[in-house]
């Protein structure tokens, strides 16, 4: 059945600004973060320490982190992507306790992303995650191009349950399926959340991460609940999409997202008003009008 409460990991202010050409201001980016917590989410995800020439949006890392220290201090869990040692040192020196390394199902998209074979991109976070254990961190693993890739078209289940293990192995705490480029349907998760738990990965330690670019993010995620998963990565305002996956648009919007849940009578914590609210403010900053449909209709007037 449906589980009764469902854990948003909210991408916003990462995977949704990672992509906007023109800079936000550090203090915009917490500022939105604020509002996000506010809005009751608990799960903010911040931003990432990767090389600054490769994702210059968020090339501010070090300055936005330490502004959010209070809401770290209230329990809101604020996780920051890492690729490398590099990253890690950085994101450990500004106290940060909940680390996310990102693999790839594809070789393309492993050598656009990282620069790095898969196996080199597994070898590159084995001491990161090691070290972030050591340190008492959480780790995710993120895994993108589980469904389909742009460069190599759709990827085989067992590719994906491959990788999915080796990240689990490294000692991540849970795993993060990304349908980065947003072709997966719903029959195409039963099918690798099914492969999962055949090779031993618990539903306990899956989350999902689905872009909405073909409009099947929230019937995928349905299949995911449905199945028994928890954790739901959502983008407030359906901004977002990554750079170096050719096609990728924005994540589900959080808003779609509580929407459907909250008719589901399934728990989220998020107050969708404020939540709206957040976006209709994020949009009005970045100067477009949010894409998403639920953001759209509560805030006609
Ligand atoms: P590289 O060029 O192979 O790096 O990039 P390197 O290890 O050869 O190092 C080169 C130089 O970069 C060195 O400096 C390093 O110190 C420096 P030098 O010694 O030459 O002066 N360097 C760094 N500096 C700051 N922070 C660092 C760092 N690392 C190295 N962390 C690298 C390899 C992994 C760094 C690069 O490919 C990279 O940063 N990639 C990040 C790409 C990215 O962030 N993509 C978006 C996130 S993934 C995503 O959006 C998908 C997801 O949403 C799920 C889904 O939708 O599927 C998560
Ligand atoms: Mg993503």
Redesign the pocket.
Known sequence: GLPARVRIHE?GAR?GL?NEKTAVPTEVKAEFIRRLADAGLRTVEAT?????K??PQLADAEQLYPQLADLAGAGVHLPV????E??LD?ALALGADRI?V?GSATETFAAR????TVAESLA?FEPVVARAKEGGAHVRG????CFGDPWEGPVPVAQVVGVAKALLDLGCDEL?L???IGTGTPGHVRSLLAALNGAGVATDRIGV?F?DTYGQALANTLAALEHGVATVDASAGGLGG????KS?TGNLATEDLVWMLDGLGIETGVDLAALTATSVWMAERLGRPSPSRTVRALSHK
């Open positions: 991408v995977d990672q990432s320490f990767v090389h600054p490769w994702v992507l890492v690729p490398n590099r990253g950085r996310a990102f992303n990282l620069n790095r590159m993120y895994l993108s191009m993060s990304g349908d980065t991460h872009h990554c750079p170096y996956a990728a």
